[in-house]
C-alpha cells in the first residue's frame, strides 16, 4: 500500500519570488474568510427593529458570544466578543473545509500558530495594562525569584500548546482517515478483485462515519476549546 501525505501545496510564488510562496491554505483561507464576510452580510442585510427571521438568528448568535465572553472573561470584557466570534468561525469553517474537498486551513501549523500568537500578544498586552511594565515582570518572579526561568518557559509554551493541540488533532484526523482509505482500498482489491481497479466497494461506509466524528465533531470541539482557552487566559491576564 503506497499512501503519500503531505503538506499544503505550493500553487505559486508571490512576485514571483520563491521565499514567498503561496500555498494551498493561504487559498482555502482567502475563500473561508469570504464565506463568513458574505455570511455576515446576508444575515444583516435589511435589518429592522423587531427581529425575524435571519436577523434574529443572527442577534441570539451575538448574544450567545457576548454572554460566553461574559461568564469567561468577566464583566466588562464585550469588547473581545467580535475577535472571538470571528476566531471561532475561521476555526469552525477552517476545519469543515474537508467536507468540501478542499483541505482544512487547521490541519496546517501555520495557521493555529497564527492565531495562538495573536493571543499570546493580547495575554501579554493586558498583562502589562493592567499590572503595569513592573508588575509583568515581577511575575517572573514569583512565587521566588528561582522560579524565572521556568516562569518564562510556561509563557512561551502557552502558544506552543495552543497551536499544537488545535493543529495535532486536525492533522491526525486527516492522516488516520486516509490510513484507512488507503487499507481499505488494498483490501477491496484483494478480496473483491473481480471488480475493477476504480471500484473500491469497501471505502464506502466507513469512511463517512469517520468523517462524522474527524470532520464535524472535532471541528466542533477544537473551534470551542481554542476559543474557550483564548478567553481564559486573556481574561486572566486582566484579572491578575
Not at 60 to 81: H, N, P, R, Y
Not at 187 to 216: H, M
Request: charged fraction near 10%; glycine fraction near 8%.
Amino acid at each position: 500500500m503506497n499512501v503519500e501525505i503531505n503538506g499544503p501545496k505550493i500553487l505559486g510564488y508571490l512576485f514571483g519570488n520563491t521565499n514567498l510562496p503561496i500555498t494551498e491554505t493561504m487559498r482555502n483561507s482567502w475563500i473561508i474568510m469570504a464565506f463568513i464576510l458574505f455570511l455576515c452580510i446576508f444575515l444583516t442585510h435589511r435589518m429592522q427593529k423587531i427581529p425575524k427571521g435571519k436577523q434574529a438568528l443572527a442577534e441570539k448568535a451575538v448574544l450567545m458570544i457576548d454572554g460566553l465572553v461574559e461568564s469567561t472573561m468577566g464583566e466588562g470584557c464585550q469588547a473581545f466578543s467580535p475577535y472571538i466570534m470571528t476566531l471561532m468561525m475561521s476555526s469552525l469553517f477552517g476545519s469543515l473545509a474537508s467536507l468540501f474537498w478542499m483541505r482544512s486551513t487547521t490541519a496546517d501549523l501555520n495557521t493555529t500558530l497564527g492565531w495562538a500568537l495573536i493571543t499570546f500578544v493580547l495575554i501579554t498586552f493586558n498583562k502589562i495594562k493592567y499590572g503595569g511594565i513592573k508588575g509583568y515582570l515581577k511575575g517572573f518572579l514569583e512565587p521566588i525569584f528561582v522560579m524565572a526561568p521556568l516562569n518564562v518557559l510556561s509563557e512561551i509554551a502557552t502558544p506552543v500548546s495552543m497551536s499544537f493541540r488545535h493543529f495535532g488533532n486536525m492533522a491526525g484526523g486527516l492522516v488516520i482517515t486516509t490510513l484507512i482509505m488507503g487499507a481499505l482500498k488494498v483490501l477491496s482489491n484483494t478480496v473483491l478483485g473481480f471488480l475493477p481497479d476504480n471500484i473500491a466497494l469497501l471505502q464506502i461506509g466507513l469512511p463517512g462515519v469517520l468523517s462524522l466524528y474527524f470532520d464535524c465533531f472535532t471541528a466542533c470541539m477544537q473551534a470551542f476549546i481554542f476559543s474557550m482557552l483564548t478567553m481564559a487566559y486573556v481574561g486572566d491576564a486582566r484579572n491578575s
